[in-house]
């Protein structure tokens, strides 16, 4: 029996890989582009720029803008590449403003701009990514994509504003749990999966299905990442594990076991004072894992993996469907 390739971000990325470079080295002149005329404290722009940008993560979100472009045979990709510059740079810049208000040291193992030079200037540095994106995005001329891009800002600051208001909070909603997902994580997924859709040439239905792909992708990612929170090792992760609930954010799985016998412990840590919830997480952690929660966890993700498979029917057959068929299998299976 011949052996079956493992799908890797490389397999998935390969009919998009020549465009995925030129968004990275797109991205990579962003520092160089730089105002030179600052005051003299402010000269160091470029190099603070250049160490934001300078570690690309996985890329997902604009190789899945890249990807949906190319669905109905469209080979013009100065466009897309513009897109998917723009939504990587959002990604970046909703990253460096998550550090900073989670007051976090490293990001992909590298010192993160708070923890280098400050909380002010990490956010001015967030703004300063945040609206060169905008600035990629009107580059493509196109108002609807332009739009769905500031919607999407709307969300992002929406969904982290969300999770400040309701830290420590017992008793969050699947509802609210959902909304808060979508406008974190989805709703870029989205975006990155509309406007290559719309770039691409895809009429009214097919940019719509490939919408529902984006966010069923989108939201089974953060539902498969507050699983792995529990699963995965500190190492796995680059931080601590279980660091949600050490944050005092509900997520998926301990909202299903609370649900399912684990609410004491779970109550116990959340009504603690500051200095007692070290020594009562181990219990409220160990509590979930004996609920049954991440195997429940585990099946609503596979259930969106499922809706986003099916939100391709009827897309015509090519290489970057293919793709995006990988992508889907690929997030159920990443441990990291």
Partial sequence: MPMVEAITQKSIYEPVKKDLQSVIAEIATIADKAPQNAPE???DLD???????????KLVRPALTLLTSQLWGQDDSKMPIKMAT??????????????????????RGHQTASKLWGRNVAVLIGDFVFATSAMYVCDTNNVRLVRRFAET?????????????????????????NQRIYDKTASLFCTAAESGAVLGGGDDDAVKNVRDYGYS?????????DLL?????????GKPSAHDLVEGIIT???IIAAENGADEEIDALFSASEEARADLLPAAV???????????????????IDSAVQSLDGIPPSESLDSLLSLAEYVQTRNY
Avoid: C, F
Wanted: negative net charge; aromatic residues 6%; without cysteine.
């Fill in 47 to 57: 190099a603070q720029l250049g160490h934001v940008l300078a570690t690309p993560g």
């Fill in 153 to 177: 800002i709307t969300e992002l600051a929406r969904g982290e504003l969300n999770e400040i208001y309701t830290a420590w909070q017992p008793g969050v909603s699947l509802k609210d749990y």
């Fill in 252 to 254: 998926l799985p301990a």
């Fill in 229 to 237: 929170d529990y699963r995965a090792t500190s190492e796995e992760l």
């Fill in 41 to 43: 404290q402010a000269q």
């Fill in 286 to 304: 160990e509590a979930i894992k004996q609920s049954g929660a991440l195997e429940k966890t585990h099946a609503v993700a596979a259930g969106y």
């Fill in 217 to 225: 992708i989108g939201m089974a990612y953060q539902v498969y990442d």
């Fill in 86 to 107: 723009a939504v990587e740079l959002l990604h970046i810049a909703t990253l460096v403003h998550d550090d900073t208000v989670d007051h976090a040291d490293t990001r």
